[in-house]
């Protein structure tokens, strides 16, 4: 018998993600932590600490602290930025992260590795070049290896226009050839041992800041079949968002992976088939049970529209429970 006793969760930069820590803290005890103690999310959970920042010693050691004090069974990041501190730190048997291995966790972190990986394995990529490189046409995309939230991505048409982005993006970066064609993420979850539980396919309306705004569920077994590739080639655990254009001559390729919740939550939560939502099935996980894949068990056609939402503080910084409109939500039936 799986054990079922009450099990925590400890989400890690959990930002402006309050959509996320509200839905685990419905099956779980929630343990936000963020460096910012000002993080809206944190406000969706049980227990809320300002850790030390990622890169500092005591990081890793804070949270394991906090696992041993509240009983948590996964440790979920919500930014790509601890992503690999996470995965040594599993590999070291010091978090119960659900992360991938660490050599993919830094693969997956720099898109140019990325790109080397998924060829390597024979999955569709861009494409691709370092500087210098000689690039097989244009228009190509100026992308940082290490960007994230669509920062600094420059459309060149010319040699003489990626070299001007190349030197003008302040890190490094990487040459492209430009997608032509719809642009579709994958969000998929896989179990402990990397075998892929889900993959939701949906259209990528309208994005701002790396967050996907508008967007529905799809039914394209083409899509669910190339995410569930994706994650169990990388052995990827938990969340994980594939992003792949349909280009008009080349067909799929994929040009971002994210091994954590991608920048569209409501979407896989829409989709979900009841007692299968990505959060219960990660808690299910965590307390040591066993999930059966049920890839491509879902509901399409369901589209997703978000805005803004936001939480009153008293002098203290502590929430007032006040909100602008009450209850949230749409308005009775008069
Ligand atoms: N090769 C490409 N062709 C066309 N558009 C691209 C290409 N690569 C990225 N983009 C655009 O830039 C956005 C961000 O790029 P992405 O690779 O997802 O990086 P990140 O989300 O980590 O910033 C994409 O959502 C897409 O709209
Ligand atoms: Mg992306």
């Not at 290490?146 to 990487?174: C, K, L, N, Q, W």
Request: proline share 10%; with cysteine.
């Amino acid at each position: 018998m799986a054990p079922s006793g009450p099990v925590a969760v400890l989400l890690t930069g959990v930002g402006k993600r309050y959509d996320i820590v509200a839905a685990f803290a419905q099956h779980a005890t929630v343990v936000a932590a963020d460096p910012n103690p000002l993080a809206p999310a944190q406000y969706a959970a049980h227990h809320r600490y300002a850790v030390p920042r990622i890169d500092d010693p005591a990081y890793v050691p804070a949270l394991a602290e906090l696992c041993e004090r509240y009983g948590v069974g996964a440790v979920v990041p919500l930014t790509d930025l601890d992503i690999e501190v996470l995965a040594v730190a599993r590999a070291a048997g010091k978090l119960p992260a659900l992360v991938p291995d660490p050599e993919i966790a830094r693969a997956t972190f720099d898109k140019y590795e990325a790109h080397l990986l998924l060829t390597g394995l024979g999955l569709p990529s861009p494409a691709t070049v370092l500087p210098g490189e000689q690039v097989e046409g244009y228009p190509v995309m100026v992308k940082p290896r290490r960007g994230s939230g669509a920062r600094s991505i420059h459309r060149a048409d010319d040699a003489r226009a990626a070299e001007f982005f190349v030197d003008y993006v302040h890190e490094p970066t990487m040459i492209q050839r430009m997608m032509d064609g719809p642009e579709l993420s994958i969000d998929c979850l896989s179990d402990l041992e990397g075998r892929c539980l889900n993959a939701i396919p949906r259209t990528m309306i309208e994005s701002r800041g790396g967050e996907s705004i508008k967007g529905t569920v799809v039914n394209d077994a083409e899509l669910v079949a190339l995410g569930r590739r994706v994650v169990q080639a990388l052995g990827v655990r938990g969340a994980c968002t594939v992003q792949v254009f349909r280009d008009r001559e080349v067909g799929l390729r994929i040009t971002d992976v994210n091994a954590r919740f991608g920048g569209a939550f409501p979407a896989p939560m829409y989709a979900a088939l009841p007692g299968r939502t990505y959060p219960e099935l990660i808690v299910r996980m965590a307390r040591g049970e066993r999930v059966e894949p049920h890839v491509g068990d879902f509901r399409a056609g369901i589209s997703f529209s978000r805005y803004f939402w936001q939480l009153e503080l008293d002098e203290q910084m502590r929430p007032t429970g006040r909100d602008i409109i009450q209850p949230p939500g749409p308005p009775p039936p008069r």
